[in-house]
């Protein structure tokens, strides 16, 4: 499976397993939107290939973008090429909010 639904990333939160969540929108679109998915951290999708050997691969891995389009499927695919289980949120942040799980305010 190359993706995971709102409803399922929810329910592994709630359920405290293991998993790394990644936000890579673009930084103007995460800026724009002023929230986050909280565990989050956001990685610079343009500048992938520093950050792509430090995602841990000994958990479920899931990436999320505005829509669930391009940028994290690429990513997720890239990294599950490499060994990781990695994921897509599929819809992205917008499918997460629509579904009314809760976001935070960005930090930085």
Not at 8 to 27: F, K, M, P, S
Not at 57 to 86: F, I, K, P, T
């Amino acid at each position: 499976m190359s993706h995971i639904t709102p409803a399922e990333l929810a329910l592994w939160q709630r359920g405290g397993l293991a998993h790394t969540l990644i936000d890579v929108r673009r930084l103007a679109a995460r800026q724009a939107d002023g929230t986050e998915i909280a565990g989050g951290r956001w990685q610079d999708p343009a500048l992938w290939l520093n950050w792509k050997d430090a995602v841990p691969n000994d958990a479920l891995v899931v990436l999320y973008c505005a829509h669930g389009h391009e940028l994290s499927q690429g990513l997720a695919a890239a990294l599950r090429a490499m060994g990781v289980d990695a994921r897509y949120l599929a819809g992205g942040i917008a499918a997460w909010k629509a579904a009314g799980a809760a976001v935070v305010a960005l930090s930085s």
